[in-house]
Antibody, heavy 121, light 112 residues
């Protein structure tokens, strides 16, 4: 059974750093891209970026380029999303999902449960 | 402002048919990229509903179907049920945005 399990709730202060995780199981972690999606409170889904764990090839949505860093550790089948200096506007739910590129645009077929991040002074 | 445009809300009575549109442009849907649909029930993670050329993951009822024409796509739900009340999102790929995936703004479906 394919599963993506994300790290728990985070409460941080502005300016702090953070790395959240997404552990894959039940499939070959290195053979599928992993995507990150942001959902701000009461708002829609936003594409953050994706990583191909096999070679760490990474692309970011223009809105998130330079704001976050996506990485992966294939030895523990885990992808990460990190911030070097959090802002209150980073407050959101963050989902990871497996990206299946069997079609022309790629679809997110399995999702993690989400990591809720609150940034407040 | 989302790259893909969806109506903020739609509604229908139980048993009826509703459609949700997703309008893009020549750099995404119009360029031939597939459109996928997700359902998000309140307080839960999104779930893949339709992918590719109208494919449904295992467990998704055939009451849900997708179509695409030109720069737009649609999700149709027939035999509306109370449990279908949720937010629905379309997703595709945009060649003008650093090779990035894009979502629609989401549509809230209310079952009357």
């Amino acid at each position: 059974e394919v599963q993506l399990v994300q790290s728990g709730v985070e409460v941080k202060k502005p300016g702090e750093s953070l790395k959240i995780s997404c552990k894959g199981s039940g499939y070959s972690f290195t053979n599928y891209w992993i995507g990150w999606v942001r959902q701000m409170p009461g708002k829609g889904l936003e594409w953050v970026g994706v990583i191909y764990p096999h070679d760490s090839d990474t692309t970011y949505s223009p809105s998130f380029q330079g704001q976050v860093t996506i990485s992966a550790d294939t030895s523990i089948s885990t992808a990460y999303l990190q911030w070097s200096s959090l802002k209150a506007s980073d407050t959101a739910m963050y989902y990871c999902a497996r990206l299946d590129y069997s079609d022309s645009s790629g679809h997110l077929d399995y999702w993690g449960q989400g990591t809720l991040l609150t940034v407040s002074s | 402002q989302s790259v893909l445009t969806q109506p903020p809300s739609v509604s229908g009575a139980p048993g009826q048919r509703v459609t949700i549109s997703c309008t893009g442009s020549s750099s995404n849907i119009g360029a031939g990229y597939d459109v996928h649909w997700y359902q998000q029930l309140p307080g839960t993670a999104p779930k893949l509903l339709i992918y590719g050329k109208n494919n449904r993951p295992s467990g998704v009822p055939d009451r849900f179907s997708g179509s695409k024409s030109g720069t737009s796509a649609s999700l149709a739900i027939t035999g509306l049920q109370a449990e279908d009340e949720a937010d629905y999102y379309c997703q595709s790929y945009d060649s003008s945005l650093s090779a990035s995936g894009v979502f629609g703004g989401g549509t809230k479906l209310t079952v009357l």
